[in-house]
């Protein structure tokens, strides 16, 4: 992509309304626009950005054995009437009337509607189980929507809900998305600490929160340090393995880890002093387990082996994509800007053609930008006629993870520079040379 002809409304100023560093950089490095309180446009910058997000996301849920499916927005009251759930949720569900004056409402989250598409076409145990998943956008009428894309009202939400014959494989269920998380927010560059929370008006009796470490984070999370060593589970993890999942979900429950909002957390000096780590966190993602609580108020039943009408067992599994993106740049910044992990970056690469115009220059850059566009890299060619400061300054606060630097003495000797974004070091090497390691991955 030529930024001459991209959309990236760069603001040189800190905006006022913005109270933390992602909130600020967002709107600064032109991904986003506040259309109306807690309600954002994705512009071309953010966008790129979510659409990575959400593919590490799908790949990890298909990997784990989810089907993807997509609900509409717009639910009607009588399924939310059914299960109970319609005066029980609160402000924060916007109810609205069609023209037939028929109740309806923007769903804030999805568990009647999957029961409902659940009931109407499984029947029975052989059928299971079953996860289904969907990313769509849902709406809370938050009292307070604050730090941009972290707490808005409406957001982007990944969805899963498993339907099981028994508790027995509604654990394996929880265990399969457990493993899956750690393994989505490994590869998106963060470490997620799994610890257990309050299930709220979802219900049920298990849950966990995914919190990743960041200083302006708005929990206070407690837990054991042993955490941040965990090995991560790899690509051959067979999600089939009930014994080796249940072994996975163990050994990081096994440590003791809560934030502060945790009612009925033990005191958290039970983790010897030097072995505690206190910190900020930020919630990416939460998984429950609730058993029948939807299925038995709905009727979603299947006949089981013994030929008798069993009620599912279920368990509801969230990441917000909308709120992830804003979580990783607080844990990846500088002063100068945000410093992407490579698989979520909305470009790989920034050429920078320190004086356009130049036919030097020119001809160097166009050779390096096309041999990464057909290599299949995200490149982003800064050939815009500005001073070289002004590029500089774009390409370090939106974050790519390298800057390929091209100016008249460095061509005159067959030369670029390669800049890493995140250490700051520069590399000279000759424009084969830079075009070999970039396109190689090294």
């Not at 894309?149 to 014959?165: N, P, Q, V």
């Not at 028994?166 to 989505?184: C, D, I």
């Amino acid at each position: 992509m030529r930024l001459s002809r991209f959309f990236l409304p760069i603001l040189k100023e800190n905006p006022k309304e913005a109270e933390i560093v992602s909130h600020r950089l967002m709107l600064r490095a032109g991904m986003v626009k506040q259309q109306s309180q807690g309600i954002y446009t994705w512009l071309p910058l953010g966008k790129r950005v979510l659409d990575k997000v959400n593919a590490i996301i799908r790949e990890e849920q298909n990997r784990s054995g989810a089907v993807e499916l997509l609900m509409p927005t717009l639910q009607s009251a009588e399924l939310w009437q059914e299960s109970g759930r319609y005066d029980a949720y609160g402000k924060e569900m916007l109810r609205i009337k069609d023209r037939q004056e028929r109740p309806m409402l923007y769903g804030p989250t999805n568990e009647e509607m999957i029961t409902d598409v659940f009931r109407s076409f499984v029947k029975s145990y052989k059928d299971l189980p079953l996860n289904l998943y969907h990313i769509q956008l849902k709406f809370r009428d938050e009292i307070r929507p604050r730090f941009g894309t972290m707490r808005s009202r409406e957001f982007l939400m990944k969805d899963a809900y498993s339907f099981d014959l028994n508790r027995e494989g509604a654990v394996h269920a929880y265990n399969r998305m457990f493993t899956a998380y750690l393994r989505t927010f490994s590869r998106m560059g963060l470490r997620a600490i799994p610890m257990r929370a309050d299930t709220g008006p979802i219900g049920g009796d298990l849950s966990h929160e995914f919190i990743i470490l960041a200083d302006t984070g708005e929990s206070e999370v407690f837990c054991h340090k042993d955490f941040l060593n965990f090995d991560v589970p790899g690509e051959d993890t067979n999600f089939e393995d009930v014994a080796g999942l249940k072994g996975i979900f163990e050994k990081w429950t096994s440590r003791y880890a809560a934030t502060s909002e945790m009612h009925d957390a033990p005191a958290f000096e039970a983790i010897p002093e030097g072995e505690r780590l206190s910190a900020r966190g930020i919630e990416v993602g939460h998984i429950f387990y609730f058993g029948t609580k939807y299925s038995e108020a709905m009727g979603a039943k299947v006949q089981g082996p013994d030929g008798k009408e069993h009620t599912v067992h279920m368990g509801s599994y969230g990441i917000g994509p909308t709120r992830l993106v804003p979580a990783i740049i607080e844990a990846s910044h500088d002063e100068n800007g945000i410093i992407w992990p490579k698989a979520v970056a909305p470009f790989e690469v920034v050429v920078i053609n320190m004086k356009s115009g130049d036919a030097a220059c020119d001809a160097a850059c166009e050779q390096i930008y096309g041999a990464l566009l057909n290599a299949g890299i995200d490149v982003l060619y800064d050939d815009k006629d500005e001073r070289a400061g002004a590029k500089f300054a774009t390409a370090d606060l939106i974050g790519a993870p390298l800057q390929v630097i091209a100016g008249p003495r460095g061509i005159a000797n067959g030369e670029v520079e390669i800049k890493d974004r995140k250490t700051g070091e520069r590399e000279t090497l000759t424009i084969e040379a830079a075009i070999n390691r970039l396109t190689s991955g090294n």
